[in-house]
């Protein structure tokens, strides 16, 4: 084969537009020992390629619920009896306060003036607290959320898949 045949492609492959029977030489046309043979290496190359393809469309709806319950939870209230006792009692000096079967006592004292002073007990304050549950039903309104998915399928892409294939090739995703 001549050289000037073997034509260089941009990939680094060769080309020879020649027939076959144009590469094997004829005996007589050249003495051997100016003949040089080529001998072409053939090789398949595959070449791969990715595309995205849209196969359906997902719709999420949402969906409010509300639904009414009673609150049956017990309340607590707190009130404060005040009680005052008057006391006519001469004391030494001012009495802190103190607390006596649950319940405060703050004392209320006045400098009387007499030939002497002293501490004369006018009254004492008696703070009793007390703790009564209340049953007080309510009603609540509660909400919930839920979210619906639904496909919705191209349908021009799936003929084009079944002719392509030659039968069903849909994926669900």
Same mark, same amino acid.
């Given at each position: 084969?001549?050289?000037?045949?073997?034509?260089?492609?941009?990939? +680094?492959?060769?080309?020879?537009?020649?027939?076959?029977a144009?590469?094997?030489?004829?005996?007589?046309?050249?003495?051997?020992?100016?003949?040089?043979?080529?001998v072409?290496?053939?090789?398949?190359? &595959?070449?791969?390629?990715?595309?995205?393809?849209?196969?359906?469309?997902?719709?999420l709806?949402?969906v &409010?619920?509300?639904?009414?319950?009673?609150?049956?939870?017990?309340?607590?209230?707190?009130?404060?009896?005040?009680?005052?006792?008057?006391?006519?009692?001469?004391v030494? +000096?001012?009495?802190?306060?103190?607390?006596?079967d +649950?319940?405060?006592?703050?004392?209320?004292?006045?400098?009387?003036?007499?030939?002497?002073?002293?501490?004369?007990?006018?009254e004492?304050?008696?703070?009793?607290?007390?703790?009564?549950?209340?049953?007080?039903?309510?009603?609540?309104? &509660?909400?919930?959320?839920?979210?619906?998915?639904?496909r919705?399928?191209?349908?021009?892409?799936d003929?084009?898949?079944?002719?392509?294939? +030659?039968?069903?090739?849909?994926?669900? &995703?």
């Amino acid at each position: 084969m001549p050289e000037a045949a073997v034509i260089p492609q941009p990939d +680094g492959c060769v080309s020879v537009p020649l027939r076959i029977a144009e590469l094997v030489p004829a005996p007589r046309e050249a003495p051997p020992e100016t003949l040089s043979t080529v001998v072409p290496v053939l090789a398949e190359e &595959l070449e791969v390629q990715k595309r995205r393809v849209e196969t359906s469309t997902v719709r999420l709806t949402e969906v &409010l619920h509300e639904r009414e319950v009673e609150n049956k939870e017990p309340l607590w209230r707190e009130e404060v009896e005040v009680t005052r006792v008057p006391m006519q009692r001469v004391v030494e +000096g001012p009495v802190p306060v103190r607390e006596e079967d +649950g319940t405060t006592i703050i004392s209320r004292v006045e400098e009387v003036l007499v030939v002497e002073k002293r501490w004369m007990l006018r009254e004492e304050i008696h703070i009793r607290q007390q703790r009564r549950e209340i049953h007080q039903p309510q009603r609540i309104t &509660l909400r919930s959320e839920e979210v619906q998915v639904e496909r919705v399928p191209h349908a021009e892409d799936d003929i084009d898949k079944e002719e392509s294939y +030659g039968k069903d090739t849909r994926r669900t &995703l």
